[in-house]
């Protein structure tokens, strides 16, 4: 690891401390780490080549899975986020298998479309999903431990630093395997990569699988953050494109680029628009897809180096 | 028994024939050319052969087993290799990456990682690239693009080389490095199926060549035979010999 990366690491770690576990700081930046997560999931299917316009479909799925079987069955959130995982990734398979037959932006679409149709559903099935009015009242994460360090929001702050630092070191792990390998061959030239023996509709399945897992994970940490879902929020398509442009901003096929492209967007949101320009504050989100499009074709990563 | 046979192969796009019956038979450890005027359906045989386009009729196979309504990937692994008249290295992976794919999913997959790096750059110390190895694909200019493409193709350890005017854009002394670097591989055991629309260095050192003219087999047979007859030099009448 760089020193940069070291750096950054022990400034996340020490983060609390430094602030005096202020909980206004500790939210917004653990919220930051959870966008990272999702900008991350999101350009690991990147990665593959799969662009997604419906990754809400995923974060939603995860966010009602966790939040029904705590309300409904009394399951501990913790199971609960795990089997959100699950259930992203079950979600992502679908439109995994329709990525055999859908390429660039018709897969996209596709994905769109996915979104919006379990949107619909969550809001019509009232009986179990309470429709539009949601779900309220969802249990907060309790991170038991009577540690100093876990008071106050610290908790959240941790959980959503180590899952953003677990996920980054699984796909940091998996780009030196096999499956790396034949993501990148099908995201570049998929037809050379079936003639070199790849079977391009299983390591798409399993990108999906893998995008889905995470994305699920966090639409239900999400869920227990902020203690209440409805359709519109998770479904809807703030976290369909949040993500997109995140990861693009970051940097695309990198690894470090769309979490670094998510908590720079999401700090210059809350903590310069929010207070100067409150009605304004997703202008960045806009400002940075311009900039992407126009001038920095390989996001924030394109102006360091690779990595 | 022929290693890689063709059975009244035929492609129709829409109103355009452009296979027709074309039946032929290829031995194990020969180099044979695959030779016909522009548009007479030589890299459509190929598509046909590797998966990528499927006969409106007739088969292929392969050691005797038919390959034909396989995925690309499933012949890809049976050893048939394959380079594109256009070379398509995946741009954005470094010369070693690109490969490492063959290496890892082809024939070579079950070695460990270690040995799959020390195959790759085997391979492209093979082809005379092993100073790029660490070089993006994009980086390389035409000859050692050329050279990729055959070391992608070698990559999985292929019985069968198919070889799609792999020469063109080249400098003649380029040319015939490229085919004398055929007739060594042919030396090793691979059987070699090679396109080549300017013919008269390959047909040196050819065992064989096939003649497509509009979508039909027209020569099959020893080169100095099939260049004597009639009809080759009828097809190709017009045509020059670049």
Same mark, same amino acid.
């Given at each position: 690891?760089?020193?940069?990366?070291?750096?950054?690491?022990?400034?996340?770690?020490?983060?609390?401390?430094?602030?005096?576990?202020?909980?206004?700081?500790?939210?917004?930046?653990?919220?930051?780490?959870?966008?990272?997560?999702?900008?991350?999931?999101?350009?690991l299917l990147a990665y593959a080549g799969q662009i997604s316009f419906g990754h809400a479909a995923f974060f939603g799925l995860g966010a009602y899975t966790t939040a029904l079987l705590a309300?409904?069955?009394?399951?501990?959130?913790?199971?609960?986020?795990?089997?959100?995982?699950?259930?992203?990734?079950?979600?992502?398979?679908?439109?995994?298998?329709?990525?055999?037959?859908l390429r660039g932006a018709y897969l996209a679409l596709a994905s769109l479309a996915y979104a919006e149709v379990l949107r619909v559903l969550a809001l019509n099935w009232t009986g179990l999903?309470?429709?539009?009015?949601?779900?309220?009242?969802?249990?907060?994460?309790?991170?038991?431990? %009577?540690?100093?360090?876990?008071? %106050?929001?610290?908790?959240?702050?941790?959980?959503?630093?180590?899952?953003?630092?677990?996920?980054?070191?699984?796909?940091?792990?998996?780009?030196?395997?096999?499956?790396?390998l034949a993501w990148a061959a099908i995201r570049e030239r998929e037809e050379r990569a079936q003639i070199l023996g790849v079977s391009p509709t299983s390591y798409k399945l399993l990108a999906?699988?893998?995008?889905?897992?995470?994305?699920?994970?966090?639409?239900?940490?999400?869920?227990?953050?902020?203690?209440?879902? %409805?359709?519109?929020?998770?479904?809807?398509?703030?976290?369909?494109?949040?993500?997109?442009?995140?990861?693009?901003?970051?940097?695309?096929?990198?690894?470090?680029?769309?979490?670094?492209?998510?908590?720079?967007?999401?700090?210059?949101? %809350?903590?310069?628009?929010?207070?100067?320009?409150?009605?304004?504050?997703?202008?960045?989100?806009?400002?940075?897809?311009?900039?992407?499009?126009?001038?920095?074709?390989?996001?924030?990563?394109?102006?360091?180096?690779?990595? | 028994?022929?290693?890689?046979? +063709?059975?009244?192969?035929?492609?129709?796009?829409?109103?355009?024939?452009?296979?027709?019956?074309?039946?032929?038979?290829?031995?194990?450890?020969?180099?044979?050319?695959?030779?016909?005027?522009?548009?007479?359906?030589?890299?459509?045989?190929?598509?046909?052969?590797?998966?990528?386009?499927?006969?409106?009729?007739?088969?292929?196979?392969?050691?005797?087993?038919?390959?034909?309504?396989?995925?690309?990937?499933?012949?890809?692994?049976?050893?048939?290799?394959?380079?594109?008249?256009?070379?398509?290295?995946?741009?954005?992976?470094?010369?070693?990456?690109?490969?490492?794919?063959?290496?890892?999913?082809?024939?070579?997959?079950?070695?460990?990682?270690?040995?799959?790096?020390?195959?790759?750059? +085997?391979?492209?110390?093979?082809?005379?690239?092993?100073?790029?190895?660490?070089?993006?694909?994009?980086?390389?200019?035409?000859?050692?693009?050329?050279?990729?493409?055959?070391?992608?193709?070698?990559?999985?350890?292929?019985?069968?080389?198919?070889?799609?005017?792999?020469?063109?854009?080249?400098?003649?002394? +380029?040319?015939?490095?490229?085919?004398?670097?055929?007739?060594?591989?042919?030396?090793?055991?691979?059987?070699?199926?090679?396109?080549?629309?300017?013919?008269?260095?390959?047909?040196?050192?050819?065992?064989?060549?096939?003649?497509?003219?509009?979508?039909?087999?027209?020569?099959?047979?020893?080169?100095?035979?099939?260049?004597?007859?009639?009809?080759?030099?009828?097809?190709?009448? +017009?045509?020059?010999?670049?």
């Amino acid at each position: 690891m760089s020193r940069l990366g070291v750096g950054g690491l022990l400034l996340a770690v020490a983060f609390p401390v430094l602030t005096g576990f202020h909980p206004y700081y500790l939210y917004l930046l653990g919220t930051g780490y959870l966008l990272a997560s999702l900008a991350s999931a999101w350009g690991l299917l990147a990665y593959a080549g799969q662009i997604s316009f419906g990754h809400a479909a995923f974060f939603g799925l995860g966010a009602y899975t966790t939040a029904l079987l705590a309300l409904k069955l009394g399951v501990t959130p913790w199971l609960g986020i795990l089997l959100a995982g699950g259930a992203g990734a079950l979600g992502a398979l679908p439109i995994g298998a329709a990525a055999h037959r859908l390429r660039g932006a018709y897969l996209a679409l596709a994905s769109l479309a996915y979104a919006e149709v379990l949107r619909v559903l969550a809001l019509n099935w009232t009986g179990l999903t309470g429709g539009g009015a949601g779900l309220i009242g969802l249990p907060a994460l309790r991170v038991g431990v %009577e540690l100093e360090l876990a008071r %106050e929001r610290a908790g959240g702050y941790y959980l959503s630093l180590a899952v953003l630092l677990v996920a980054l070191a699984v796909f940091a792990g998996l780009r030196r395997t096999r499956v790396g390998l034949a993501w990148a061959a099908i995201r570049e030239r998929e037809e050379r990569a079936q003639i070199l023996g790849v079977s391009p509709t299983s390591y798409k399945l399993l990108a999906f699988a893998c995008s889905g897992a995470l994305t699920g994970l966090v639409g239900a940490l999400y869920a227990h953050s902020v203690r209440f879902i %409805e359709p519109d929020l998770v479904f809807g398509r703030y976290f369909s494109i949040l993500p997109l442009i995140m990861a693009t901003f970051g940097g695309l096929h990198t690894l470090l680029g769309p979490p670094a492209g998510a908590l720079v967007l999401y700090l210059v949101s %809350e903590f310069v628009f929010h207070p100067l320009l409150p009605r304004l504050h997703q202008l960045p989100y806009a400002l940075a897809l311009i900039g992407v499009v126009f001038a920095l074709p390989r996001g924030l990563a394109g102006l360091i180096g690779r990595r | 028994m022929a290693l890689l046979e +063709g059975r009244g192969v035929a492609k129709r796009y829409g109103g355009l024939e452009a296979l027709r019956g074309v039946e032929f038979a290829i031995e194990e450890r020969q180099l044979v050319a695959l030779i016909g005027p522009n548009g007479s359906g030589k890299t459509t045989l190929f598509q046909i052969v590797s998966g990528l386009v499927r006969p409106t009729a007739g088969e292929v196979r392969f050691r005797g087993v038919r390959i034909t309504g396989r995925a690309p990937q499933a012949i890809a692994r049976l050893g048939i290799g394959r380079t594109f008249q256009i070379a398509r290295p995946f741009p954005d992976l470094t010369v070693l990456d690109n490969v490492l794919v063959g290496v890892t999913f082809g024939r070579a997959g079950r070695l460990g990682p270690a040995e799959r790096r020390r195959e790759a750059l +085997g391979g492209l110390e093979l082809v005379g690239l092993g100073t790029k190895a660490g070089a993006l694909a994009s980086q390389l200019s035409l000859g050692e693009l050329k050279r990729l493409e055959l070391a992608l193709a070698l990559a999985a350890r292929p019985g069968l080389l198919l070889l799609d005017e792999l020469t063109s854009g080249l400098p003649p002394r +380029g040319r015939e490095e490229v085919i004398a670097f055929y007739a060594r591989l042919r030396e090793r055991g691979l059987t070699l199926f090679a396109i080549e629309h300017a013919f008269r260095p390959l047909l040196v050192h050819a065992d064989r060549v096939l003649v497509l003219d509009r979508g039909e087999l027209i020569a099959d047979g020893p080169p100095a035979e099939v260049m004597a007859s009639p009809r080759v030099a009828e097809a190709y009448l +017009g045509e020059e010999d670049d």
